[in-house]
């Protein structure tokens, strides 16, 4: 199911020539009928720094948050490239973290990871990722946090999503 939604979304977004901006928070909203609610996705484009081998479908990675009622229901970095592991190195305005993530999505592409540290990234203004590539070196991403008020308003009432002034 995640698969299908990410697959939609992507494909919705290049359909309606949606290719972001650097910086700049995307949001959709999209009815979801099976389980009779809306959902709020916010998608934030990032670059490659060292792209993967072979890229599956998306040639850029984004960083994914989807909300319903004000809580984060999911949250993941789709990384264009079948990765190894669910672990990534980070490293968030300078300071070095791993960021662990809970699981990868069934089709490989993208690693779900938690509120905790979602909360942690939202606030930063550099995020630079590094996943391994199944059979290939590492793909490094980088994104540039904006302002991430939309995405705050979107899924405030999510107890680890703390807004500070920047």
């Known amino acids: 199911m ?28 999209k009815q979801d009928v099976l389980n009779a609610k809306t959902i709020d996705r916010y998608v934030l484009f990032g670059k490659y720094l060292s792209p993967p ?25 789709n990384v264009g490239a079948v990765v190894n592991s669910r672990f990534m190195e980070a490293r968030l305005d300078g300071k070095r973290f791993t960021l662990d993530g809970d699981s990868i999505s069934t089709d490989g592409l993208a690693v779900f990871f938690s509120r905790l540290d979602l909360g942690k990234v939202l606030v930063g203004h550099t995020l630079i990722l590094g996943a391994d590539e199944y059979l290939g070196a590492q793909v490094i991403m980088q994104f540039d946090l904006p302002d991430s008020s939309i995405v705050f308003a979107g899924c405030g009432r999510d107890i680890f999503l703390k807004q500070v002034k920047r």
């Not at 939604?5 to 949001?27: D, K, N, T, Y």
């Not at 890229?55 to 229901?73: D, F, I, M, R």
Request: glycine share 6%.
């Open 53 to 77: 081998k072979v890229t599956a479908g998306e040639n850029q990675p984004t960083l994914v948050v989807e909300c319903h009622a004000q809580k984060v229901l999911q949250n993941f970095v």
């Open 2 to 29: 995640k698969v299908w939604c990410l697959l939609f979304f992507i494909f919705a977004m290049r359909s309606a020539g949606a290719q972001s901006p650097a910086g700049e928070w995307q949001h959709v909203s």
